[in-house]
């Protein structure tokens, strides 16, 4: 996979296959933002590629805030919607959850406080265009 | 910083033994400390286990020490900056047996103590910076020049980008959490990047005098970060 990358995925099969390729290419340190709208398949997704890392409890954290889950690699997988201020993240210590560069993570709804992510990140968008088809888009940011 | 030594520990004599407690970055640890020349301490270093380890090691220094906990007069505690999850496990167990014993709490600047550490083993007028990450693209900075066992701020404790990092000169040791992967900078010792519980207890026995705190309901550490956020407008 080289960036930015578009796919467009007309199945959940098809979602699969392009979360098996991203999967492939993701490294610790790396941090992963998902954007999209509700029922656009972030969670969907971000499960998918779990599965490669052995990680089978993936769930959306959109009320715990952040998962963490252990397989291969560490994991944290975050999710902004519920977050209403910029410094409810700082209170649950969100910079040391980007200091532990022995770890993946995942944020969904990131665009919503773009300014704590980190400049160096993947950001992908997931674009609903009718029940069975999306529209996925990867950035890299250097 | 230029203090009398003396007088301040003459006035401090009614606060030993004091419990010190070092969360703030890779350090988990714990001093029971009479005075600079009778102290016992207790340290681990093992990611994510601040909070389940604090107590373990308080009670092992208190046993080293060979004292109950009713007997401690002074919590001194590491108040930052620096990680936001360790200082708030170490202020939140400094709190909780301050207020169990009725004694007070002394807010040690982490940077401070490990400069006044540092004083003890590097020559007089080496300048030091020590920087410690503030999630991925900041730095928390501050520049010291050492004296003989004590030392001076050479530029005041800030948040700074990554990128200015590699701009500063480069004529002092520099101490930290960073690898150089990210600054491109050799860092001195880089494993040293937060202060041995002791020398939490011995910044305020040197330089506490007057900074006991009673009223410990609303202390907190020093995040820095705090203040310089951005609220987004509703």
């Known amino acids: ?142 | 910083m230029r203090t009398n030594v003396n007088s301040v520990l003459s006035n401090m004599n009614n606060n030993f033994p004091v419990l010190s407690i070092e969360t703030s970055d890779n350090i988990c640890g714990a001093c029971v400390y009479f005075n600079k020349e009778k102290f016992f301490s207790s340290k681990i270093i093992l990611k994510h286990s601040h909070s389940e380890k604090i107590f373990d090691v308080i009670e092992a220094a208190l046993k080293l020490a060979s004292i109950n906990k009713s007997d401690i007069k002074l919590i001194a505690v590491s108040g930052g900056p620096g990680s936001f999850t360790g200082l708030r496990i170490g202020m939140s167990a400094a709190k909780g047996i301050a207020q169990s014993l009725s004694i007070p709490v002394i807010i040690v600047p982490t940077f401070e103590a490990l400069a006044f550490q540092l004083s003890a083993v590097f020559p007089e007028q080496t300048e030091i910076i020590i920087s410690n990450k503030v999630g991925r693209d900041e730095l928390y900075f501050a520049k010291f020049q050492l004296m003989s066992n004590n030392y001076i701020f050479k530029e005041d404790l800030k948040i700074i980008p990554l990128t200015e990092f590699n701009s500063f000169s480069k004529d002092a040791l520099i101490f930290g959490n960073m690898d150089e992967s990210n600054t491109k900078v050799f860092f001195n010792l880089k494993n040293i990047s937060a202060p041995d519980p002791e020398f939490i207890a011995m910044w305020a026995d040197y330089y506490g005098a007057g900074k006991e705190i009673n009223d410990i309901d609303f202390i907190e550490p020093n995040y820095i970060k705090d203040f310089i956020v951005k609220e987004k407008k509703s």
């Open chain 1, 1 to 142: 996979m080289s960036f930015p990358y578009m796919r467009k995925s007309t199945s959940e099969q098809d979602t699969i296959l392009i979360a098996d390729e991203f999967a492939s290419i993701l490294k610790n340190g790396m941090i992963v933002i998902l954007n999209g709208d509700l029922g656009a398949g972030k969670t969907f997704f971000i499960k998918q590629v779990l599965q490669k890392f052995n990680v089978t409890n993936a769930n959306s954290p959109t009320f715990a805030i952040v998962n963490e889950y252990v397989g291969d690699l560490t994991f944290y997988h975050f999710d902004f919607y519920r977050i209403n201020k910029e410094s409810e993240l700082h209170d649950i210590g969100i910079e040391d959850y980007f200091n532990d560069e022995q770890s993946i993570i995942f944020i969904e709804w990131g665009n919503l406080f773009p300014e704590v992510l980190p400049k160096q990140r993947i950001q992908i968008k997931i674009d609903y265009i009718d029940e069975n088809e999306r529209e996925f888009s990867f950035i890299k940011y250097e």
